[in-house]
Structure formats: C-alpha cells, structure tokens
C-alpha cells in the first residue's frame, strides 16, 4: 500500500490487536550521513536520526491488520511533513517523528557522535562463544585489559550462560566468577554486568560495576526492577522470546520487529512505574535470543524502528550462530567476516552500541563508517 495522504494511515481497523500508543510504528528510511544529511536536514528533507549522525529521508508506517498481517506504507519525509502542518490533528505523527529525531541523552560518559564499543566477557565455563577460556579470574581480567587496548568503550561482565539450552546458574557462583574480575577493572572503563539476578546486580555494582544488562529487561527476578531502580545505574533492557532453555524452541512471533518493540516498549514503560527514568534505558531486541534465521533477517533488516521508542540502541549479533548457518558453519570464533557484516547493518541503521567479541576489527570498522559519514 503507498498512501497519499495521512487519512489512508488513519483507518481504525489497521490498529486492531496492536499494543502501540499510537497504533502504527516508523521505520526511518533513506537514511544518509555526511555532507548530504547536512544539506538534507537544511532544507527539511530529511530528519537526524536520533540526534545524527545519520539522517532519515523517509518512513515506512507499520501497522497491523484486523486479520493479522502488517500493512506496510511508504512516505517521503517532505511529503509527511507538510500533510502533518497542514492537517489540524495528528499529534501521534508528530509525536513519532520526534522521537525518531530527537538527540539521545548521554549513557554515563557516553554521547553518540559514534557509535559504542562494548566488549563481551564471559567468566563462564560454557558461552557459546569463548566458554572455558576466561574462566578465572586472572585470564578474564588481562582479556579485559586487553580489549581496553583494542580500543573498547564498555566491558560487559557476565557469569552465566545464556546461549540457546542453557541452564540457570545461581547467584553465588555468578558472583563468585564475576567480582574479582569487576575489582580489577574497575575505575579503567564503564564496566556492565550480564545477569538476571537483583543480588548480582546488587553486588556488582558494590564492587565497580556502571551498567545492569539484562537479557530479560528486568523480568526474571521479581526484585531486578525494584533493584535496578534504587541503584540507579543505566539499565539495558533486551528481549528474549523465553528463558535460554527453551528460547530457541520453536519460536514464533505474529510479527518479529512489532512483537519485539512492543514488548521492550512495555517493560520501559514498567521502569518509568518503578522510578527508572527512560534516559537512563538502552534496548536491544536479543539476537538470537528465541528467533529462526527468517525474523533475525527481518529483524535486522527493519531494526531503525526500534528508535521510535526514544532510547539508545544496542546490537548484539557477534560470532552468534545464525552466521555460520548462512554461510560456513564451524567454531563461533570464525565467524568474524559475518560479525563485522552484522556489525555493519547496525551501523548503517542508527545504532549507538555495538556489543562484540572482536573489539579491535570491529573498531577498525566503526572508525572507517565514521569518518565516511561524519557531518
């Protein structure tokens, strides 16, 4: 469908069943950067995405259907505008394009000229990824160090395996592999911890920790939100279908990208309840965390309309499986030309943080699409 007007976008049947505020969701497209998004925004035909450094040039309103689907509709930027100045209402357009637009407030020391590097360290005997190989303390901090080296922004410290089949692990032995590591590198750079456990929260932060990542967006222990909140740390809330036993089983979604930004919209809106201000709040819609190889394309394809919720965006689809069964399989650390190519499509749609296992290629690669798209 290719509307003509915002009547079309406005049939109260398209919006059945859709748990949006406003019925529908924006998928900023044609979106540019350098020079030309300079002169585009000048002459409003174009929008910064998120505060720049990119700048969007059009939208694709999502909705969906009384029957089930997603009405898909296109729009030039120019084109929306002016319908939206010359109607008298429509405040959920204007409402959605801000958001889209407006700047994101800076996550710790952290403003969004570039794009973020966040360093993933697992002490853990069994990720996907490095299991095994950081699983003391002393080999996980100078990994640490060495990332710093690499040019990291943020380390991401977890203690429990959330791969696909994985078994919860409790929080004393969280704790017990993950603090040593914090105190050592502590006071160096933003330190995030990876869990699902208001103690581990509760400690982490006590020995040096900044950030809370949780792959449940504060939904697993009762006590993570109310945690979170009294901390008062940034929180990065990611979805997962279920708990990592059972996630990749079968999954399935009425729509991945709307089913996702909906839920992350939902739990946002339950750190706003508990006191946990959305400035305070990046999303990240959990690659790999319950969806088959046909929504993570979508999902990657379409992930700019997780903007329209106002907050940050973390991409985390490093060495993750889904690469290796397009092209390749083998060990996850061989999948580097496929993470620098995930790497690549979140760059190229807004995000603001990149969560990798190879910091130093895949700095090279942010320096590069930086300094080629830098107003």
Request: net charge negative.
């Amino acid at each position: 469908m290719n509307a003509d007007s915002l009547s079309d976008l406005n049939d109260p049947a398209l919006a059945r069943g859709f748990s949006s505020p406003d019925g529908f969701r924006l998928v900023p497209e044609g979106l540019i950067g350098g020079a030309a998004a300079v002169a585009a925004v000048k002459s409003g035909a174009a929008r910064w995405l998120a505060g720049g450094p990119l700048a969007f040039t059009r939208v694709r309103v999502l909705r969906r259907t009384a029957a089930g689907h997603v009405d898909e509709t296109g729009m030039a930027l120019q084109t929306l505008n002016a319908q939206v100045e010359q109607s008298e209402g429509e405040p959920s357009f204007v409402a959605a394009l801000a958001r889209l637009a407006d700047p994101r407030p800076d996550i710790l020391s952290f403003e969004h000229s570039r794009p973020r590097i966040v360093g993933v360290l697992n002490v853990t005997p069994d990720s996907f990824s490095d299991g095994g190989r950081f699983d003391n303390a002393t080999s996980a901090i100078r990994h640490g160090l060495a990332m710093i080296d690499d040019g990291a922004d943020m380390i991401d410290i977890g203690g429990e395996s959330t791969r696909p089949g994985a078994d919860p692990v409790s929080p004393e032995d969280q704790c017990r592999r993950i603090l040593p590591v914090i105190e050592g590198l502590a006071g160096r750079i933003p330190i995030s911890v990876d869990t699902r456990s208001a103690t581990v929260m509760r400690r982490a932060v006590a020995a040096g920790a900044d950030v809370m990542n949780d792959v449940s967006a504060l939904s697993t222990d009762p006590e993570a939100l109310p945690v979170a909140a009294a901390l008062g740390c940034p929180v990065v809330l990611m979805h997962s279908l279920r708990a990592p036993k059972t996630m990749q089983v079968a999954p399935s979604y009425q729509d991945v990208r709307l089913d996702i930004a909906d839920y992350l919209d939902a739990r946002i809106a339950a750190c706003e309840e508990e006191g946990i201000a959305r400035d305070k709040i990046v999303v990240d819609p959990g690659i790999g965390f319950g969806q088959d190889d046909g929504h993570i394309a979508l999902l990657l394809r379409d992930l700019a309309v997780l903007h329209g919720l106002g907050c940050p965006v973390m991409l985390g689809a490093s060495r993750k499986s889904f690469i290796g069964r397009i092209d390749r399989e083998g060990p996850a650390a061989a999948r580097l030309g496929g993470s620098i190519a995930a790497a690549s499509l979140g760059l190229a749609r807004g995000v603001q943080f990149l969560r990798v296992h190879d910091v130093a290629e895949t700095r090279q690669a942010v320096a590069v699409w930086s300094h080629v798209n830098a107003p």
